[in-house]
């Protein structure tokens, strides 16, 4: 079986966990730093991209929280520029729109074939 790496591992407990953007990168750092995070934001976006094609996550956007639960799903082809503007990954005091990743239709377990689609 594949080793997943320490982003692909933090991502998959993020989105069972429906969490917002921002705070896939906050875990990720361990810091409040949003410079620091920026440096992540590539990766986890990719990441995002790949498993939100492949039916393993989901990214949802509403202007309530819990936005994984309440928020719409973001279409496929709107993914990768959502996730690619580091605007989507900024924390606000008191966002108007949520952004957030949760588990999508078929099981992260077979995300080692998954990768070799």
């Given at each position: 079986m594949k080793e997943w790496t320490d982003d692909e591992y933090l991502l998959y407990v993020n989105a069972r966990e429906g969490s917002t953007l921002w705070d896939i990168?906050?875990?990720?750092?361990?810091?409040?730093?949003?410079?620091?995070?920026?440096?992540?934001?590539?990766?986890f976006a990719q990441l995002i991209v790949r498993w939100q094609r492949l039916g393993f996550l989901k990214v949802r956007r509403g202007p309530e929280w819990p936005a994984s639960v309440v928020g719409d799903e973001v279409p496929t082809d709107q993914v990768p520029a959502l996730v690619e503007d580091p605007t989507s990954w900024r924390y606000e005091e008191e966002p108007t729109v949520f952004i957030a990743v949760t588990v999508g239709d078929r099981d992260i377990t077979e995300l080692e074939e998954g990768m070799e689609e």
């Open positions: 990168v906050a875990d990720r750092t361990q810091s409040e730093d949003e410079k620091l995070w920026e440096e992540y934001i590539p990766v």
